[in-house]
């Protein structure tokens, strides 16, 4: 069974600098992986995905991710954040090969201020 | 208008009380989802459809009943609950049940028990 880490239960930013939000995982067989971010009162929207390629991905929003498979991590990086990007961040893992049985992490909250 | 669209936003209930949660997917998919979101926890995938047919059930409690009339419609009948129940209630679909597939959640049903 795969397991998602996220460390950092709330990430405090101010606007326009850098953030990364970190995510590692656990699993016994190759995966896939994917940020999503849910904006208050609203689901959640896919950010970007890992499938399989470059091990850095681009995403909307101008968030990018690189998979370090050495590692098991799939980090979440923007260089200069705005206000709107408050809002709380999910990464999620899945085996490949399999069913869409995404293993969510517990999310991480970002907080961006003036 | 979202690609998945759930109703009601809100609903407060009491334990001996049925009620049912509405999902309608407008993207033509093959694969339907309810996952449970509770504070401080990761998204919980509770049932999945493919093709109308129930393919997963994840140890979710009786009181949850969930029906799939067609590819289009999901429902989350509720009959019951006890107040641990009280969470927000995601439906979410895929293009179909392949893992590498992106999930496209609904706003969710913040349900309350009382």
């Known amino acids: 069974a795969q397991s998602v880490t996220q460390l950092d239960s709330q990430v405090p930013v101010f606007e326009e600098a850098p953030v990364e939000l970190r995510c590692n995982y656990s699993s016994s067989v190759s995966v896939y992986l994917f940020w999503y971010v849910q904006y208050p009162n609203q689901g959640l929207q896919l950010l970007l995905k890992?499938?399989?390629?470059?091990?850095l991905v681009k995403g909307i929003n101008g968030f990018e991710a690189e998979f370090n498979k050495s590692q098991t991590s799939f980090h979440l990086r923007k260089p200069s954040v705005h206000i709107s990007d408050t809002a709380e961040y999910f990464c999620a893992v899945v085996n490949t090969g399999t069913a869409s049985k995404l293993t969510f992490g517990t999310g991480t909250r970002l907080q961006v201020t003036l | 208008e979202t690609g998945v669209t759930q109703t009601p936003r809100h609903l407060v209930m009491g334990m001996t009380n049925k009620k049912s949660l509405k999902c309608e997917q407008h993207?033509?998919?093959?694969?339907m989802y309810w996952y449970k979101q509770s504070a401080k926890k990761p998204l919980e995938l509770m049932f999945v459809y493919s093709l109308e047919e129930r393919v997963e059930n994840n140890s979710v409690p009786s009181r949850f009943s969930p029906e799939c009339p067609n590819s289009s419609h999901l429902f989350l009948h509720l009959h019951t609950l006890q107040p641990e129940d009280s969470a927000l209630y995601l439906c979410?679909?895929?293009?179909?049940?392949?893992?590498?597939?992106?999930?496209?959640f609904g706003e969710g049903s913040w349900l309350t028990v009382v």
């Open positions: 979410a679909s895929s293009q179909d049940w392949s893992s590498g597939n992106t999930i496209y």
């Open positions: 993207l033509g998919h093959n694969a």
């Open positions: 890992y499938l399989s390629g470059s091990t």
